[in-house]
């Protein structure tokens, strides 16, 4: 049962981890320093997060959350190419400028992150798309079931980070080319 008590001491430690990983990434980041900046014991945090991967994921979560919204809001999607390209960019621009973001990529906890959270639940475009088809802005050999596909691929590229953010960019890029008319 989540008290009132719990939520506040979870929000503490969502905010006080979030600021400790921005700052020192997750390596040099310790549990401790997480609790010390969140005002509670160590085992506090342990009682709300059994792990600091698991604290981590939980921060990355819901940092990657709120730039999804913000993005999904601020861009102009009535000119997809022009809204997929600025998306493409800001999240490299931020993968690199963001120590918890920038995770994604690293060696140590990067492949857990990528296997656990999937670029899939990340973005969700059904809905664009089908605005985008009934105004006549797709090509006409495009149709759902291939955006599905091309969704999954550029997921899989993503989540195995077999390419350099600029070659994912470029892919991205000549992809969407290629859907709009």
Request: overall charge negative; cysteine-free.
């Amino acid at each position: 049962m989540n008290t009132p008590a719990r939520h506040d001491a979870t929000d503490a430690i969502l905010s006080a981890a979030e600021a400790e990983f921005s700052e020192h990434g997750f390596q040099k980041t310790s549990v401790a320093a997480i609790a010390n900046r969140a005002g509670i014991a160590v085992g506090t945090v342990y009682l709300a997060f059994p792990s600091k991967y698991e604290l981590f994921k939980a921060v990355f979560s819901q940092l990657q959350q709120r730039r999804q919204v913000d993005l999904l809001n601020r861009l102009d999607w009535s000119d997809p190419r022009t809204a997929i390209g600025q998306l493409i960019r800001e999240n490299i621009a931020a993968t690199a400028s963001n120590r918890v973001l920038a995770e994604w990529h690293s060696e140590k906890i990067g492949p857990q992150l990528r296997a656990d959270m999937g670029a899939g639940d990340l973005w969700r475009f059904e809905e664009l798309f089908q605005q985008w088809h009934d105004a006549g802005l797709l090509a006409p050999t495009v149709d759902t079931a291939m955006l599905a596909d091309l969704l999954e691929v550029a997921r899989v590229v993503d989540q195995a980070a077999i390419s350099s953010p600029a070659t994912f960019e470029f892919l991205v890029e000549a992809v969407v080319d290629k859907l709009f008319v």
